[in-house]
């Protein structure tokens, strides 16, 4: 059974840093991508990055671009995004999810089978 599961948000000052992680069981990372995504409180769910399974492709939103950084420790079947300078526009809930991804304008095209259950990043001003 695919199962995915985020950890690391929690509350953090403007400017300051936190690394979400994505552990996942069931498969192993080289059978799928491995995305991130973000929904804020109001707004649509958004790619934030994705880490391909074939070769480690790495895609970032433009949003983000400079500031989040994904990886993955394949030994460990987990996948981090790094996330430095924090601003209150990131204040999300953030999902991982697997599947495919390839890049696209702005940041990736994706098609996600399963997804976690998602982690609360606050950044207060």
């Known amino acids: 059974q695919v199962q995915l599961v985020e950890s690391g948000g929690g509350l953090v000052q403007s400017g300051g840093s936190l690394r979400l992680s994505c552990v996942a069981s069931?498969?192993?990372?080289?059978?799928?991508?491995i995305a991130w995504f973000r929904q804020a409180p109001g707004m649509e769910r958004e790619g934030v990055s994705c880490?391909?399974?074939?070769?480690?492709?790495?895609y970032i939103a433009d949003a983000v671009e400079g500031r989040f950084t994904i990886s993955r420790d394949n030994g460990g079947n987990t996948v981090y995004l790094q996330m430095n300078s924090l601003t209150p526009e990131d204040t999300a809930v953030y999902y991982c999810?697997?599947?495919?991804?390839?890049?696209?304008?702005?940041?990736?095209?994706?098609?996600?089978?399963?997804w976690g259950k998602g982690t609360l990043v606050t950044v207060s001003s």
């Open positions: 069931g498969f192993s990372l080289g059978d799928y991508a």
């Open positions: 999810a697997a599947g495919m991804c390839v890049g696209g304008p702005g940041g990736f095209y994706y098609g996600m089978d399963s």
């Open positions: 880490i391909a399974n074939s070769d480690g492709s790495t």
